[in-house]
């Protein structure tokens, strides 16, 4: 299953064709992520078809993927709700993203190509001015995918795809905070030079240290399940 991080081209600014059931799933899965859709809310078919300008079918196919993500709870003869935020399955998310993204992180310092360390240190120049949460969510994602997906390692790419999917949700009350807006950006800051003076155990250290200060800043933040 493809992320709908895994084509940047997709999320910032390119025109690849999509299916009318991507175009649903990426609005709906979008909603979710930032919150417009919070847990426990109900997701009514044909009101979403109707908002989306769409029919009730592709409609159907993307809450299908959503569930098979676990972002939403479908049970026969019953409603379809927008899953509830468990911190049982973000404490096991993290204990293997805390041995993956440090993996990954070394890796790409010793792996990405010259257009692929051009991308990160663009990215990491340039991190939103606002304290808008939500522009930091999605800009944090994409830096971290282009540091990953330098790791040259597909599959390694398609497991953190997930763990970082399932991760978005709780990330993003985190960064209601102005001051761990301003932490995640030195963090990001001291790990792309490592990645790109190609010190990957360096890389790796601090990568592991972001990914867990994420970890607990999550667990001591008050998020509405």
């Known amino acids: 299953m493809t992320s709908p991080y895994s084509d940047l081209n997709v999320m910032y600014g390119g025109r690849p064709a999509m299916t009318k059931a991507d175009i649903a799933y990426r609005q709906i899965r979008k909603e979710i992520v930032e919150g417009t859709l919070p847990p426990g809310e109900t997701l009514d078919q044909e009101a979403l078809a109707v908002r989306l300008g769409l029919s009730t079918t592709p409609v159907r196919e993307a809450l299908s993927r959503l569930e098979s993500e676990e972002l939403v709870i479908s049970r026969p003869h019953r409603k379809t709700v927008v899953a509830p935020l468990s911190f049982s399955l973000l404490e096991e998310t993290y204990a293997v993203r805390l041995a993956l993204d440090p993996l990954a992180a070394a890796f790409a310092a010793s792996r990405a190509t010259d257009e692929e360390r051009a991308r990160i240190k663009e990215l990491s120049e340039n991190e939103p001015d606002s304290n808008d949460p ?54 990001h800051a001291t790990i792309v030079d490592a990645v790109l003076e190609g010190d990957g155990r360096r890389a790796a250290e601090l990568m592991s240290e972001h990914v867990a200060d994420s970890l607990q800043r999550i667990r001591e933040t008050e998020i509405d399940s």
């Open 134 to 187: 939500i522009a930091h969510l999605h800009h944090n994602r994409r830096l971290h995918r282009e540091i990953y997906a330098a790791c040259g390692n597909k599959v390694l790419i398609q497991i953190l795809d997930v763990l970082w999917d399932r991760s978005d949700r709780y990330r993003l009350a985190t960064l209601k905070d102005d001051s761990t807006i301003r932490v995640a950006k030195d963090e």
